[in-house]
T-cell receptor, first 117, second 114 residues
Framework: AQSVTQLDSQVPVFEEAPVELRCNYS??????LFWYVQYPNQGLQLLLK??????LVKGINGFEAEFNKSQTSFHLRKPSVHISDTAEYFC???????????????FGTGTRLKVLA | NAGVTQTPKFRVLKTGQSMTLLCAQD?????MYWYRQDPGMGLRLIHY???????AKGEVPDGYNVSRLKKQNFLLGLESAAPSQTSVYFC?????????????FGPGTRLTVL
């Protein structure tokens, strides 16, 4: 079964500084990776996803992530953060449910990004 | 389109009480999911459905039941609530079931069991 590790539970960063949120996953034959953002008191919203092809994936709100197969990582980056980026960020990998053709998400424990003025 | 909606948004129960959480989606998605979110644990799958009239167990199904009588609705029931079920519950839906498919999430229901 797949697993996802987000080592940083909280990341404080000053406004307009760059940020990297780390995500590592357990290796598999094929993998689909996702980053979701959760703003306070809201549901999860898809930021970006890696399915195949280019290892650099661009998402919404200026975020990007790089798929690194050899390091089994999918780190999320933004060159300049805003106060409005304060939220919790979840990395997820899809995993097959039993022998069915249905997949579920395996989520990391989340990283709380706090952007400081 | 409203997307995925959940009712209620908040609820406080006493131990032993029962309740039903309603999830509705207007995107004609076949697949629906119930997750719970607990601090430091991410989201964990409770039950899921691959179509109207079908349900299946996820990672943490104990203490919950579900029903999918209509394609657009997915109900999560707690027959006898316990404090360990205090959590935030998220419903999600997807058009396909494949690993490359995006799931769309509702805003969540915050449940406290005293």
């Amino acid at each position: 079964a797949q697993s996802v590790t987000q080592l940083d539970s909280q990341v404080p960063v000053f406004e307009e500084a760059p940020v990297e949120l780390r995500c590592n996953y357990s290796s598999s034959v094929s993998v689909y990776l996702f980053w979701y953002v959760q703003y306070p008191n809201q549901g999860l919203q898809l930021l970006l996803k890696y399915l195949s092809g280019s290892t650099l994936v661009k998402g919404i709100n200026g975020f990007e992530a790089e798929f690194n197969k050899s390091q089994t990582s999918f780190h999320l980056r933004k060159p300049s953060v805003h106060i409005s980026d304060t939220a919790e960020y979840f990395c997820a990998v899809s995993d097959r449910l039993g022998t069915s053709g249905t997949y579920k998400y395996i989520f990391g424990t989340g990283t709380r990004l706090k952007v400081l003025a | 389109n409203a997307g995925v909606t959940q009712t209620p948004k908040f609820r406080v129960l006493k131990t032993g009480q029962s309740m039903t959480l309603l999830c509705a989606q207007d995107m004609n998605h076949e697949y629906m999911y119930w997750y719970r979110q607990d601090p430091g644990m991410g989201l964990r799958l409770i039950h899921y459905s691959v179509g109207e009239g079908t349900t299946a167990k996820g990672e943490v199904p104990d203490g919950y039941n579900v029903s999918r009588l209509k394609k657009q609705n997915f109900l999560l029931g707690l027959e006898s609530a316990a404090p360990s079920q205090t959590s935030v519950y998220f419903c999600a839906s997807s058009y396909f079931a494949g690993g490359n498919n995006e799931q769309f999430f509702g805003p969540g229901t915050r449940l406290t069991v005293l």
